[in-house]
């Protein structure tokens, strides 16, 4: 147990459909991201939100739309995906400020896209 | 292109003997180097990091080596165990980047250890 909880652990979705993943940390951690990992490739970051705050969003999709309504709590909404976004979606948290900043994982959701 | 590569997809090591992991990096802004371990449904977790300003960094039957010059780095466990078959993860972190704590990722090294 990591301290990071994400839900659903496995989704199946048509690419007209609306969902959403969940991801809370118990480790009072001010720093979220989401990552994606496609097979054969290596984890590639989403997006980072600092203290609620959305940092960075490293050029994705508009259809992927994240929400960050305290330090706690991360979301991911997902609508009109692609086959190709069907992956393993990461969640991390982690402290804020100098030093190391390790980065502790939840275990991911299991995305399918039909 | 590839900031952080690990070029041995896999490695397959006998217990009790020392497993090697490698790693290489391009950017000279990396700060922190991190590696992390995962098992087949379960998120990645952490093992060991070093610092840029450091060569040297062990914890337990985990070590890892920093050649900044060679921009490589590596993880060595001994001694080696079946409970250690996962894939690793070597991690950097630039030192100018604005989110602060990003960390751009290899694409692991599945490592398998026999008994």
């Known amino acids: 147990e990591t301290g990071v909880t994400q839900t659903p652990r496995h989704l199946v979705m048509g690419m007209t459909n609306k969902k959403s993943l969940k991801c809370e940390q118990h480790?009072?951690?001010?720093?979220m991201y989401w990552y994606k990992q496609s097979a054969k490739k290596p984890l590639e970051l989403m997006f980072v939100?600092?203290?609620?705050?959305?940092?960075e969003n490293n050029s994705v999709p508009s259809r992927f739309s994240p929400e960050c309504p305290n330090s706690s709590h991360l979301f991911l909404h997902l609508h009109t995906l692609q086959p190709e976004d069907s992956a393993l979606y990461l969640c991390?948290?982690?402290?804020?400020?100098?030093?190391?900043?390790?980065?502790?994982f939840g275990a991911g959701t299991r995305l399918s896209v039909l | 292109d590839q900031q952080v590569k690990q070029n041995s997809p896999s490695l397959s090591v006998q217990e009790g003997r020392i497993s090697i992991l490698n790693c290489d990096y391009t950017?000279?802004?990396?700060?922190?180097f991190l590696w992390y371990k995962k098992y087949p449904a379960e998120g990645p977790t952490f093992l060991i990091s070093?610092?840029?300003?450091?060569d040297k960094n062990e914890d337990g039957r985990f070590t890892v080596f920093l050649n900044k010059s060679a921009k490589h780095l590596s993880l060595h466990i001994v001694p080696s165990q079946p409970g250690d078959s996962a894939v690793y993860f070597c991690?950097?972190?630039?030192?100018?980047?604005?989110?602060?704590?990003?960390?751009?990722f290899g694409k692991g090294t599945t490592l398998s250890v026999s008994s």
């Open positions: 991390a948290s982690s402290p804020s400020g100098a030093g190391v900043n390790i980065q502790y």
């Open positions: 939100y600092n203290f609620k705050e959305q940092t």
């Open positions: 950017n000279s802004m990396f700060d922190y």
């Open positions: 480790l009072g951690h001010n720093a």
């Open positions: 991690a950097a972190r630039a030192q100018d980047n604005q989110a602060g704590t990003a960390l751009i």
């Open positions: 070093i610092s840029s300003i450091k």
